[in-house]
């Protein structure tokens, strides 16, 4: 087999065992991006000198009889929205065309010291706001199945990439549901942790108290594999739990566990969604089915407050943006407009220079709904519902050890489909908002393909802290599908 | 202008920077007088990505001080960003408290012309300082330093209590010696350690009717000098202003004044018709503080004698004026080293004498504190032990203070050394006077008949002794000789 169809877990084992070196691995993947790019527009910076640096410093470890960590000659796709001090940091924003952290992110410590080598930096929706990553100021990316197709947002960049065999693995960020969207749409697997699991140091903030980072990967086993990597507390960041409260695991002990006796969740609500393609409705039945037949039990349970789920994001992600990103405005660092009349100019003109509209969008919602007379109305409100949704998946999660979802009510959709229309844009994100708001753990999984050939998503939502059974129900489920090796045609070396 | 009377009332709001290591929310060192931009960090730059960790250190004086005002401590808080632009906030938010500040409902007491008077503390709360603009030549651009981002800064907020500017004083240095004495600032005002913000208006009494002038909030007073000309100053303005334009709180705006030290006079600033709109929300980046009962247990155990009642035992127990003793206890090192010197068996008669005369006067000259004067307690107390064993006098021994100020040596030492030990041992005190006697016939004579001359030879005669040792003859001695002379002669 080709290295750029093999798993992380395999390439990993073949460096491993020396029958390949990290150098040929990340020669192979270079090229792959080399010849693919172009069509997709996935990534916004390829570190081909930086990553070759790195091979030959992990190989002449290995050489050494050296432990170069359990990802030693891992390449690696991550979102530009994680701060690298080797490369610049652009959040795909026209406001950071030329920023260069001056430190690198929690998890880019965490993957350098696992022996990991970073190849490319990929391209988002600006700021993560988004769902189709039409909103980049910098390019726009394609979906590998369909380049007339989005490849989903706002981690559309990471999605695509490893689609496209770029890379085995990358890791996006999941606000809304940013991983599991383009996840679902490029016909791969991706989970968004339990918030406080994953280290937020270095990730560039949109909704702080929504953002998460999580592997993207062929598979289960790959995104464990990561995980084992990249999570864990880091005092840096108060909201990261503790060992105490809760320890990390290793992803990988539970994977080969039957699943019998688990209990899985029918969300009593999406049964009747309007609106959602009938093809995804019948691929869910049939993920159900193969449920069952492993031994697993079904069981119905309600999420009544979901409704809200999207008004309440629009709220809450709004609101801590509007602050969030009040940072960026010509003084510090970033753009500044060339020519400003005084002071405020410097604010104002650097801002409406250097932000998309999508973008302005968000911050001006999020100005309204913390302004004076608003605030009780709408953010307080919004919290409120917010603690309904928490209390709703308690409830569920008290009958069922997994719920059993869609991602998303459509397939990948078409480039300037929905771009003149936010508010339908927004609905994408109906399936996945709940679990940011809840802070629960999320993963998309293939589960098929549309009568059009484009993939389709099955989402596992899990219980606090309890990634592992989650990532155990997708690699059973694995075990007995194959839609998570399909390559789309054209990506797979001759 | 017949029936008119009026009445001041005055709140403050004080902001006192905590003398922690590192600052609130980084592990940056919290230090005045860098490099402008040498200690920072990614943190306190507010570089994208970026996360805040809390100080509990900084939290912990903002609760010493708070128990020390008598306030109710919370036990569940959290932090909340405050937006507004300037580009000395590198965030463009400060975390700060909004809703549920540490501690509230306090109160302190002050004594002004020996009256005593509670002021209530309405709540002190935590937030991060900003940078300072530096907008220097004229070079068409301002220059930000970061240093001072992120320091921990404490709000206090009294309720409007105080009704004098004198009063207003009196608290701004009350304030300053509790927060010095808790050891969670130097307060140190011309560094800004300590800024007042002083709310003003009055209540205007004419002819049976009330009147009340627009609030005036004077922003940033850098001295307790300043803080109490501005409230006077505005005590006259808002008068004048009323009786020329009648303008009340319910016809008027509020408004924010500065403080022109060269002029005397406050300048507006602005008027606004509502508060600003500071977008406040819970920041998402803190977990809320929850604090247990055992920390504020510990803390409370560990709070130093407060100075009111510090300065109480300074009076009662040594005997202090009202006045030296609240100069002494407003600096803690000060009180400590009399007390340290007190328990190394320093007479505390002439250690008093000796901190409100000598040590006073040369601390003032060098404008620094007792404690700073670099005079250690056993030696201070060893200074004072000599005067009390009738060693040296009090002459001899404000000239050894002076050398203990740059010659490290023990008192007695130098004493010795330079021959400075009183002279009491009689037989050679007999030898000097006698020669003195000698040769001074007239006043012998003088100091043998009673009458206006007598007090005079004598004095003279003793005088004449302290020459001749060089100050150092002991003159309880030399005046027992003298009385056996002069009834031997007669």
Request: aromatic residues 8%; proline residues 5%; charged residues 25%.
């Amino acid at each position: 087999m080709q290295i750029t169809q093999l798993t992380a877990f395999d390439l990993l084992d073949q460096i491993k065992k020396r029958q390949l070196t990290a150098r040929d691995a990340v020669e192979a993947f270079l090229k792959q991006i080399d010849k693919h790019e172009k069509t997709i527009g996935a990534l916004i910076t390829v570190l081909p000198e930086y990553a070759r640096e790195r091979a030959d410093q992990i190989d002449q470890m290995l050489a050494d009889g050296r432990d170069a960590g359990p990802l030693a000659g891992l390449p690696i796709i991550i979102k530009d929205n994680l701060c690298t001090q080797f490369a610049k940091t652009t959040c795909a924003s026209k406001i950071l065309i030329d920023y260069q952290p001056p430190y690198n992110a929690h998890v880019v410590e965490q993957l350098e010291k696992a022996g990991a080598i970073i190849i490319a930096k990929a391209n988002l929706d600006e700021f993560a706001m988004g769902s189709s990553t039409e909103n980049s100021g910098i390019k726009t990316t394609r979906n590998p199945w369909s380049t007339d197709c989005v490849p989903g947002g706002s981690s559309g960049g990471s999605a695509a990439a490893v689609a496209a065999r770029m890379a085995p693995v990358s890791l996006g960020t999941d606000t809304g549901g940013s991983i599991r969207l383009p996840a679902a749409f490029c016909g791969i697997s991706g989970l968004k942790p339990t918030y406080g699991r994953v280290s937020r140091y270095g990730l560039v903030a949109y909704g702080s108290s929504l953002d998460q980072i999580g592997p993207l990967g062929a598979d289960a086993r790959d995104i464990a594999l990561v995980m084992n990597v990249i999570s864990g507390h880091d005092a840096r960041d108060t909201t990261s739990v503790p060992e105490s409260i809760s320890p990390k695991p290793d992803y990988l002990t539970k994977l080969d566990t039957p699943l019998k006796g688990l209990r899985i969740g029918i969300v009593k609500e999406y049964q009747s969604s309007d609106g959602i393609d009938p093809q995804i409705v019948a691929a869910i039945d049939q993920a159900t089915k193969l449920y069952e037949q492993m031994g697993a039990q079904l069981v119905e349970v309600s999420l009544p407050h979901t409704q809200y789920a999207v008004a309440c994001y629009y709220l809450v992600a709004t609101a801590e943006a509007s602050s969030n990103l009040a940072r960026y405005d010509g003084v510090h660092f970033g753009y500044r407009t060339p020519n400003p009349e005084d002071y405020i100019d410097v604010y104002s003109s650097s801002r409406a220079e250097g932000f998309g509209d999508e973008v302005k969008r968000r911050i001006m919602l999020g100005t309204y709904a913390l302004s004076a007379g608003y605030y009780d109305a709408y953010y307080l409100k919004a919290l409120k519902v917010r603690m309904m949704i928490r209390q709703d998946f308690e409830k569920a999660f008290e009958q069922a050890d997994i719920i059993c979802a869609p991602v998303a009510p459509t397939t990948a959709f078409r480039v300037g489909e929905k771009t003149s229309d936010p508010l339908t844009m927004y609905l994408s994100d109906i399936f996945t908002i709940s679990a940011n708001l809840a802070g629960i753990p999320g993963i998309s999984i293939p589960a098929g393909f549309s009568r059009d050939s484009l993939p389709i998503g099955l989402q596992l939502l899990g219980n606090y802290f309890d990634e592992s059974t989650i990532l155990q129900a997708a690699w059973q489920y694995q075990q007995h599908t194959d839609f998570h090796r399909q390559i789309p045609a054209g990506f797979i070396e001759q | 202008m017949s029936d008119l009377n009026y009445k001041v009332i005055i709140g403050l709001e004080i902001h006192v920077q905590l003398a922690t290591q590192s600052k609130l929310f980084c592990a940056c060192p919290n230090r005045f007088g860098d490099e402008p931009n040498s200690n920072v960090c990614p943190v306190c730059m507010g570089s994208p990505g970026t996360l805040p960790v809390m100080n509990k250190k900084a939290y912990e004086f903002a609760v010493r001080t708070a128990m020390a005002m008598n306030c109710e401590i919370a036990r569940y808080t959290k932090w909340d960003r405050k937006s507004y632009y300037y580009p000395d906030l590198p965030k463009n938010y400060q975390i700060s408290q909004y809703d549920l500040p540490l501690s509230q409902n306090g109160n302190i007491e002050i004594t002004v012309a020996g009256e005593q008077k509670k002021i209530r503390i309405r709540r002190i709360h935590l937030e991060e300082d900003a940078g300072k603009l530096l907008h220097e030549g004229n070079v068409g651009f301002s220059q930000v330093d970061l240093n001072r981002t992120g320091t921990p800064l404490m709000e206090i907020v009294t309720e409007p209590d105080l009704s004098t500017p004198e009063e207003a004083r009196v608290f701004g240095t009350e304030l300053r010696t509790l927060v010095r004495t808790l050891g969670v600032s130097e307060a140190n005002m011309q560094q800004g350690q300590m800024r007042l913000e002083p709310n003003i208006n009055l209540v205007i009494t004419k002819d049976g009717k009330q009147y009340k002038t627009p609030i005036a909030e004077v922003k940033n007073l850098g001295s307790l000098r300043a803080l109490e000309r501005a409230c006077a100053y505005e005590i006259q303005r808002q008068l004048a202003d009323w009786e020329k334009t009648g303008v009340t709180m319910e016809t008027g705006f509020k408004s924010t004044r500065g403080w022109d030290e060269q002029t005397g006079t406050t300048v507006l600033q602005r008027e606004k018709e509502e508060a600003e709109d500071y977008r406040y929300f819970p920041d998402p980046d803190l977990v809320p503080v929850v604090v247990e009962k055992d920390w504020l247990d510990a803390i409370r155990k560990s709070l130093p004698e407060l100075p009111i009642a510090r300065r109480a035992r300074f009076q009662t127990q040594f005997c202090f004026s009202e006045k030296d003793a609240t100069t002494l206890v407003e600096d803690r090192a000060t009180a400590d080293l009399f007390e340290q010197a007190l328990s190394l068996g320093a007479p505390v008669k002439v250690l008093c004498n000796h901190f409100i005369s000598f040590w006073a006067m040369h601390a003032n000259q060098r404008g620094v504190s007792i404690a700073e004067l670099g005079v250690s307690a056993p030696r201070m107390a060893s200074l004072a032990k000599l005067v009390g064993d009738n060693k040296i006098n009090n002459t001899t021994a404000a000239a050894l203070a002076e050398k203990l100020l740059t010659c490290p040596d023990d008192p007695a030492d130098i004493a010795q050394r330079e021959n400075l030990m009183q002279v009491s041992d009689a037989s050679s005190l007999e030898k000097i006077l006698d020669e003195i006697l000698i040769a001074n016939a007239k006043a012998v004579e003088d100091a043998r008949t009673p009458g206006k001359k007598q007090q005079k030879a004598f004095g003279f005669i003793l005088g004449q002794v302290m020459q001749k040792t060089r100050g150092q003859a002991n003159p309880q001695v030399v005046n027992q000789l003298l009385q056996k002379k002069l009834a031997e002669k007669n």
